[in-house]
Nanobody, 126 residues
């Protein structure tokens, strides 16, 4: 089992920045590829960003590419999502997720992730 706890959400004005963190406990963190997903009010949860086990490979949704950066620190068992130039459309609950995997494949598919955090709210005001 892997337990994931997100933090760093909050209220920010459009154009501002936030950094989300997701701390993992339970199993060897470097055995897992990680992803960030988000769910806006009234919408389905969608892919945001993902990173492979080593941090050498990343993938981004078109909606966040160039503004968000995913990274990880395996020594700290933590994955991060740096969010810059935030827009009101970025308002959502942000979830981190883990899937046991090595290699360079980075998944954008929710069903491929085994473990999920409880989510952290990000609200961007216009």
């Amino acid at each position: 089992q892997v337990q994931l706890v997100e933090s760093g959400g909050g209220l920010v004005q459009a154009g501002g920045s936030l950094r989300l963190s997701c701390a993992a406990t339970g199993r060897t963190f470097s055995n897992y590829a990680m992803g960030w997903f988000r769910q806006a009010p009234g919408k389905e949860r969608e892919f945001g960003a993902a990173i492979n086990w080593s941090g050498g490979r990343t993938s981004y949704a078109d909606s966040v590419k160039g503004r968000f950066t995913i990274s990880r620190d395996n020594a700290k068992n933590t994955v991060y999502l740096q969010m810059n130039d935030l827009k009101p459309d970025d308002t959502a609950v942000y979830y981190c997720a883990a899937r046991g995997a090595f290699g360079t494949y980075v998944s954008t598919r929710q069903y491929e992730y085994n473990y999920w955090g409880q989510g952290t709210q990000v609200t961007v005001s216009s």
